[in-house]
């Protein structure tokens, strides 16, 4: 049940939510075919040492709860389907994160039969982390990138996507720009 509230409280109701989701966006991850390396350094980055949730961000298990997906590893055939409705069972505004060369392109995975490319190829992607896999420092510079772009009066996706600069990408495996592929 939805209730309809008068102009001036609903903008206020949506300040207040704007300021809590720019505070502390919930995460959600999904592997879509990813070698689990890039895995581990999401992992590493919530993990006291390079710990991301001092800037609010907590992971969660459920897609209806999140604000935000992160996304590692090509999408491969089979998981294509479940990605897209992950995505699709998230509250508006949603934000994805594309973290890992495979995520941006395919990368190592490219060229495989069961391969459909990067993230993008089907869910639109805010924040692409190059790197194979990216450290937790760029992953974390991903994570900021995002909350500057939580903005009330920009649509995410339509907004522009954002690329961590590839001085980030140390095992020098970025090769192309998928924003303009
Ligand atoms: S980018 Fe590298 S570490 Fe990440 S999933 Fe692909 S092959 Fe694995």
Redesign the pocket.
């Known amino acids: 049940m939805s209730v309809q509230l008068d102009k001036p409280w609903q903008r206020i109701l949506d300040e207040v939510a704007t300021w809590a989701r720019k505070n502390s966006p919930w995460a959600i991850h999904y592997n879509s075919g ?5 895995d581990i350094e999401i992992l590493a980055a919530l993990t006291p040492r390079y710990d991301v949730e001092r800037l609010g961000v907590t992971l969660h298990g459920s897609p209806r709860h999140a604000d935000v997906l992160i996304c ?2 090509p999408v491969t055939r089979q998981s294509a389907d479940r990605l897209r409705r992950i995505y699709e069972q998230m509250p508006e505004p949603k934000f994805v994160v594309a973290v ?4 941006l392109t395919g ?3 490219h060229d495989g039969y069961n391969c459909l490319g990067g993230i993008e190829k089907v869910i639109p992607v805010d924040v692409f982390v190059p ?3 990216p450290r937790p420092e760029a992953i974390i510079d991903g994570v900021v990138k995002l909350l500057q772009k939580v903005d009330p009066d920009r649509t995410p996706a339509r907004a522009g996507s954002e690329i961590v600069s590839e001085k980030e990408d140390t095992h020098g ?1 970025y090769d192309r720009n998928p924003a303009t592929d």
């Open positions: 990813s070698c689990n390396g890039c590692t590893g890992g060369s495979c995520a990368g190592v995975f790197g194979c896999p495996s």
